[in-house]
């Protein structure tokens, strides 16, 4: 039996590594440029009452509640599966 929690299964997803399996995927390079321009170089910051922080780069991770984040979730898992066929 094998227990799976996907709750934080969406923080270490680095944005390279998905933009590279779309291109080995056969995506059409103008989908990739829009997904890289999605994914990359997002700013957060927190805000504690009236008090903000900086804003800070995130280098990895997926935003959450949006309607790509299961297909983008999908795409890294997808190699698991060979890498589990094969082994």
Same mark, same amino acid.
């Given at each position: /039996?094998?227990?799976?929690?996907?709750?934080?299964?969406?923080d270490?997803?680095?944005?390279?590594? $998905?933009? %590279?399996? %779309?291109?080995?995927? @056969? $995506?059409?390079?103008?989908? $990739? +440029?829009? /997904?890289? *321009?999605?994914? +990359?170089?997002?700013?957060?910051?927190v805000? $504690?009452?009236?008090? +903000? *922080?900086? =804003?800070?780069?995130?280098?990895?991770? /997926?935003?959450?509640?949006? =309607? %790509? @984040?299961?297909?983008?979730f999908?795409?890294?898992?997808?190699?698991?599966?060979?890498?589990?066929?094969?082994?």
């Amino acid at each position: /039996m094998l227990f799976a929690d996907y709750a934080k299964a969406f923080d270490p997803v680095d944005h390279n590594v $998905v933009l %590279l399996m %779309l291109k080995s995927y @056969g $995506v059409p390079d103008f989908i $990739v +440029c829009w /997904m890289m *321009s999605f994914l +990359c170089d997002r700013q957060q910051r927190v805000k $504690v009452s009236e008090t +903000c *922080s900086d =804003w800070a780069t995130l280098r990895g991770g /997926m935003p959450q509640g949006f =309607w %790509l @984040g299961p297909l983008i979730f999908i795409i890294p898992i997808d190699d698991l599966r060979l890498q589990l066929l094969t082994h």
